[in-house]
């Protein structure tokens, strides 16, 4: 990993920490949502080829619960929530949240809060 990458993945993993009230390592809170990401494209993706089924509808459940778990965003009210749209990213914060509360995060064209983007890569 090259000086650049890694001070924007420190940078985001900081404000990861800020917004959701958290003391992680920046760098591991980065590589963990990237995972999750990763799940998350898998289960938009399949939505969009396959359609909704009571299985992939337990997956989305599962992986909200393992983001959950990571960063704690259901006790702080922090509207996180699965894309099921496979062209974009998959975990995002609300638009109207990220303005609202002026969240130092990336996010998409439409103002969404990327939560896992890819920072290895020059944006």
Not at 26 to 51: F, Q, T, Y
Not at 77 to 96: E, M, W
Request: aromatic share 6%; proline share 4%; hydrophobic share 35%.
């Amino acid at each position: 990993m090259n000086e650049k990458t890694k001070q924007r993945i420190i940078k985001h993993g900081n404000n990861l920490n800020k917004i959701f009230g958290l003391n992680k390592d920046p760098v591991d809170i980065c590589r963990a949502v990237r995972r999750l990401e990763r799940e998350g494209d898998k289960i938009a993706l399949e939505g969009c080829n396959v359609g909704t089924s009571p299985a992939l509808e337990k997956r989305e459940q599962q992986l909200m619960i393992k983001v959950d778990k990571l960063l704690g965003f259901k006790k702080k009210k922090i509207p996180v929530f699965l894309n099921g749209d496979p062209r974009g990213y998959a975990l995002k914060i609300q638009d109207d949240y990220v303005r609202k509360h002026d969240l130092q995060i990336h996010t998409d064209w439409g103002g969404y809060g990327i939560i896992a983007p890819d920072l290895t890569t020059d944006q």
